[in-house]
DNA sequence: GGGCGATTGAGAATCATTGTCAAATGCCTC
DNA sequence: GAGGCATTTGACAATGATTCTCAATCGCCC
């Protein structure tokens, strides 16, 4: 090991807040509209602290982070498996899927072309039944 | 037809400049770095241009767009057939995928909740052989 | 050459995100 | 239960990509 291990987070009024915050929508919201929802409930949380917050726990594989269309990163609690998403780009109605078959063949074109250390993003956007 | 057609481009000066400098490289890149180009270059071509046409270009079809991992909006002349990337994170290099099992898999995932007017994204990030 | 809408460019304005740094807060030890 | 100390916070400044403004230019057609 190279560096010294940092460590759980240590739990704060704040970090608590932007957790249960986390907990209360089903949809990918941006670090902005999380803290006017944390300032909604009274709770007094910095606007820079939401985003360290956030930034931690998506590193920690906590929450997913993805870019919408126009760029913002929003973040969202989701399942713990390797997952992809289904968006709403009009309401955020957000729709887990997974497929095995993508995975594998991500990893096998990155092996044809002799990449390493592959991640890869998948995002679908659409209108949700709702919306349509 | 709702809308009046825009009608082709104006060709000027500058948009063939720019077209030109998409031309002359294979990895993905900023407007900036496309902006610092085309002055190395001795073309003079604002920067507001430079982001206006890359912004055509892609509505067009004409350039590909796609995110890099930190955000930023960065831009590829490639093939005409809608293919995807593997991209490495720290030269650039580009390869163009397609994977028509993937287009099928992100249709019937659409589908099966419901959700119209699909599009998708789906890049690959990893070290290519030089980089390794 | 003139008319006119499209295009350009320099700079200001936006806006998400990050940096700064002193004050406040968990946690551990005594 | 106080003290020491590294971590965390927050108000605010700073950054950096992208967009906006609007007068000056330009391409196209007559
Ligand atoms: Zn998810
Ligand atoms: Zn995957
Ligand atoms: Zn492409
Ligand atoms: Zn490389």
Redesign the interface.
């Known amino acids: 090991m190279t560096s010294t291990d940092p460590g759980p987070l240590r739990p704060t009024r704040q970090r608590r807040a932007v957790a249960e915050a986390l907990a209360s929508f089903a949809d990918f919201r941006s670090a902005q509209e999380i803290h006017d929802l944390l300032r909604q409930r009274g709770e007094k949380v910095g606007l820079a602290t939401v985003y360290r917050t956030l930034q931690k726990l998506a590193d920690a594989g906590e929450v997913d982070m993805l ?1 919408s269309e126009d ?1 913002e ?1 929003v973040y969202r609690r989701c399942s713990e498996s390797h997952h992809h998403h ?1 968006v ?1 780009r009009h309401c955020g109605a957000t ?1 887990e ?1 997974e ?1 095995p ?2 995975e594998r ?2 990893r096998s ?2 092996a044809e ?17 709702a919306c ?1």
């Not at 072309?113 to 039944?129: K, N």
């Open positions: 870019r760029g990163a289904l709403c729709v899927v497929g078959a993508v063949w991500t074109m990155a072309h002799g990449y390493a250390d592959v991640s890869h993003t998948l995002e679908i956007f659409g209108s949700c039944p349509s």
